[in-house]
C-alpha cells in the first residue's frame, strides 16, 4: 500500500476530486496554504495499492493546471525608497509525495 500526498492550487480542487472519485480512488481533503503566495491549497490524501499509484498521480497531472499569475512584488531604488512592480509567477500543477503504508484500515 502506497499514501499519495497531492497537494493542488484550490482553483483545481474541485475538478480533482471529482475526478479521482470518477477513476475509483478515495481521497481525504485537508485545506492547507501555500508557503511562497500564501495561497489556499487543497491537500489530498490518498491511500491505494501500489499498482494503482501512477494511475493516481496521472488523474491528478491532467486536472492541476499550472497558469501565470501577477503578483505584487518591491524592489528598492536608492536608500530606503520602495517602488513596488508586478512580477509575472507560474501557479498552480501539484506537488506530489507517495509513501510506504505499514498498515490501512477503513473502519
Known amino acids: 500500500m502506497k499514501l499519495i500526498y497531492a497537494i493542488v492550487s484550490d482553483d483545481d480542487s474541485t475538478v480533482v476530486s471529482k475526478q479521482l472519485t470518477k477513476s475509483g480512488f478515495f481521497a ?3 485545506a492547507s496554504t501555500g508557503g511562497f503566495l500564501m495561497s489556499g491549497n487543497t491537500t489530498f490524501m490518498i491511500c491505494t495499492d501500489d499498482d494503482k499509484v ?14 501565470k499569475q501577477m ?5 528598492t531604488y536608492g536608500l530606503g525608497s520602495y517602488t513596488p512592480f508586478p512580477v ?3 501557479v498552480g500543477g501539484a506537488t506530489i509525495f507517495v509513501t510506504n503504508v505499514e498498515r490501512f484500515e477503513k473502519i
Open 28 to 30: 481525504t481533503k485537508l
Open 71 to 75: 503578483v505584487p512584488s518591491s524592489a
Open 88 to 90: 509575472e509567477v507560474t
Open 54 to 67: 501512477e494511475e493516481a498521480i496521472d488523474v491528478i497531472k491532467a486536472n492541476s493546471k499550472k497558469r
